[in-house]
């Protein structure tokens, strides 16, 4: 007989290594870590802590037990089913606030997706900047069978596979594995198990932690702000932007450590 006075499992678990690395992992295995409005209202308050996080150098997003997330917990679609237009809008709009301030957040975010991660998990995983994945990860976007669109997810998942691959997925529902998912681009590598999981994850957070925090986040914000315009819309702004870097104490800092063959203060070790 359990312990009545003992604290339930929080429903995603968040923690800061002393490595200045956040590990936040869905922790409702028992139902494959589907999202509804608690785990989504306790991300979003994760990720707005994250946003403000002094010290914290990069965020690793994990699912606990069997999968990394089979997206939206299929009984709060049914009862959202029967709410006003109005409430069904507003709690699509936290979802879509939520996976906001993931892609937002000045850290480089890494998903580690094991087992499956469909609809809304695959959305999660397309909002991260680098996404790692076991052979064993499962791959879908299965709203069209269930009478539903992949509509808040969208922007971000065509942004990861691109369109053409978009209305293939989108409009057959397929489950793909991590091998397509590679070649899609949707994940930046595959690897045997969750061991070897964990081993490329250090191996890329130490890689980021040999970068200057701010010029990391300025690198993340230059992505967006280039990608599909013409070269010549953007090329004074882009020249602005790296006159105004090698002005920054990081820029002197890294150009210094660099010339007298030592370590820059932001790196560890």
């Not at 301030?101 to 499956?116: D, E, F, N, S, Y």
């Not at 691109?162 to 590598?189: I, K, M, N, Q, S």
Request: with cysteine.
């Amino acid at each position: 007989m359990s312990d009545a006075s003992t604290p339930a499992e929080p429903l995603v678990h968040f923690e800061t290594t002393r490595d200045s690395v956040a590990v936040v992992t869905l922790n409702r295995p028992e139902v494959h870590n589907a999202f509804n409005p608690d785990v989504i209202d306790m991300l979003s308050d994760i990720f707005e802590d994250l946003r403000v996080a002094e010290g914290v150098r990069a965020v690793l997003i994990a699912g606990a037990g069997k999968s990394f997330s089979a997206g939206a917990d299929l009984a709060w679609m049914r009862a959202a089913a029967d709410w006003t237009p109005k409430e069904n809008r507003a709690d699509a709009g936290d979802l879509a606030k939520m996976l906001a301030k993931l892609r937002a957040l000045p850290q480089p975010t890494i998903a580690l997706v094991h087992g499956p991660a469909v609809a809304g998990g695959m959305g999660l995983v397309a909002a991260c900047d680098i996404a790692l994945a076991t052979k064993d990860a499962v791959f879908g976007l299965s709203e069209v069978r269930l009478g539903l669109i992949p509509a808040v997810i969208s922007p971000y998942v065509i942004e990861a596979i691109g369109p053409r691959a978009a209305r293939r997925y989108f409009l057959t529902g397929e489950r793909f594995g991590a091998d397509e998912a590679y070649r899609l681009g949707l994940v930046h590598a595959v690897v045997e198990d969750r061991q070897a999981l964990s081993n490329l994850s250090e191996k890329i957070v130490s890689a980021i932690l040999d970068g200057a925090p701010e010029a990391i986040f300025e690198a993340k914000k230059l992505i967006d702000h280039v990608v599909h315009k013409p070269i010549a819309d953007v090329r004074d702004e882009t020249s602005r932007l790296i006159a105004e870097r090698r002005a920054s104490d990081e820029a002197k800092e890294g150009l210094s450590a660099f010339l007298e063959k030592r370590k820059p203060s932001w790196a560890k070790g």
